[in-house]
């Protein structure tokens, strides 16, 4: 989603800023821009398309200056053109802005503006919110004191940062509802969306909360409320490396992402395994021990990937530790009246930990006096810093748009809170070592599938014209065929519908024939004959099997036209395993299909706005 980044210093900031919005086309984008003030004078420069296209704008036309924002743009009002993309300025060309978010009641606040003469060029909520400003700043004539007036007026989200030609030594930023964060250099500073952008010159960094504005010069800042009440903040270091942000020698972090997965298992993992009492300590929920065990009920909320990853978590805690367990779409649970109480329990999950709609169900969950606790992977993220308790699944920064190592993370994460929960209530340490000892081969099992990968590719080349997909799965692997389907669609662009196997046969049978690849995941467990069964029904009429089986199962080569194998392990991790070839297969046929894996079309990384 779109992308931030402001700069004040001492350097020829434009270079600067372009690099830094390279670091955040992860996040999906579909225009770019900057503005810097030279010569007391703004300098606006922006173009629909990538940052490459900005780049060659900015090269034959360079703007020199110490100030300056950038942006990438993910289009919600106004199509993605040049005009429309960030910064936005006013009339007189006074002020440059550029937002994240959306201004709700922007419509109000243009026609109130027409009304007193100004006139807009582009169809975006932002360039009403910098005309606000403008038209404030006119009555209070200070720059800091314009853009909190004009702020409070706003109903919605924002994160923005904004520079004004008559002020031309300071940068204010501000958030609403959408991340932002002050990366502390020498002499320098610099705002961005998120600490990618800024890791390359510090480590060291400021959150703002929903509700700050900060007041940037070349020696300082200071952080206020918009209500103008002073906020200390305390500064914290990034944690992960640039290393993490760069490809190490794949031709997309997609598929570095899928080969890190030996390790971010590990790491999800790494001193939170308790052999010897068959059970996981995870100190970020040591303090809530006790309401977890009691809890009358665990309910999930999430979006995507992450809800796939719930699902899986359910059908783990309903086995082991046989509490209840509700999974929720955040975009239906934060608009019900959802039905909670102190009893209950409500995890949060998210990669990015700033998804508007996750963050959302965590304050309604919270709001009604249920315990909210995250899982999450991004360290410092908003969801973090406002769930109850939580862990952290340490997979490292993800890049690619399509979700990969964080799910297998999140799915670690969810057997040793299982495990936990578990064996704090009826599960033997006979039982809870051998779920301890799966785990621990998990690393070594998943770097296998991950050392012949050529299978995969013939598949993908073989399938890579298919108009539809189906993929089935039953018990845990019923969510990993929702999450292989959802990958082939995200970067594929190929239909794919995700089903549990045996409710095939009540509609989607319908759309089998010749040219139906049904993709089955069909490890060795106590469902498999079951779901032979239905493969058996898609095979009567024609369509074509992919099955992802345990190595060994001969049985299944009868049926399926390609099969790819995952090493045995116990049914609660399956989905650990089986949904590496999945997401190697939405990758490989993406490849095959000439799509750009890293950043499909109209996907955003991380979204930010409902
Ligand atoms: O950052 P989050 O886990 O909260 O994101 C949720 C979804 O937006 C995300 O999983 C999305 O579905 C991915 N593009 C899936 O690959």
Redesign the pocket.
Known sequence: MCGIVGYIGTKNCTPLIVNALKRLEYRGYDSAGVAVISHNQLQVQKKAGKVAELVAIVDSHPIVGTVGIGHTRWATHGAPTDINAHPHMDQQRRFALIHNGIVENYMTIKHRLEREGRTFTSQTDSEVLVQLISLLYDKVHDFETAVRLGLKEVEGAYGIAIICADEPDKLIAARKGSPLVIGIGEDEFIVASDASAIVSHTRQVVYLEDGEIAVLTRTGFTTKTIDDVPVTKEVEEITFDIEQLEKGGFPHFMLKEIHQQPETIRDAMRGRLLPAEGTARLGGLDSVKDRLRQAKRIVFT??????HAALVGEYMLEHYAHVPVEVEYASEFRYRNPVLSEEDVVFV???????AD?LAALREAKRQGALGLGIV??VGSS?ARETDAGVYIHAGAEIG????K??TGQLTMLALITLMIARMKNLSVIEGQRIVEGLQLLPELSKRILSNTQNVEKIAEQFKDARNFLYLGRGYNFPVALEGA??LK?ISYIHAEGYPAAEMKHGPIALIDENMPVVVVVPQDDIREKVMSNIEEVRARGGRIIAVATEGDTDIHRLAEHVITIPQTIPMLTPILSVIPLHLLAYYIAVARGCNVDQPRN?????TVE
Do not use: R
Request: net charge neutral; proline share 0%; glycine share 6%.
């Open positions: 999430a979006c995507g990937t992450s809800w999950l998210s990669q990015s930990g700033e998804t996750t992977n991004v969801i748009v399509a979700s990969t964080a799910f959802l990958k995200e996907l955003a990384k991380s979204v």
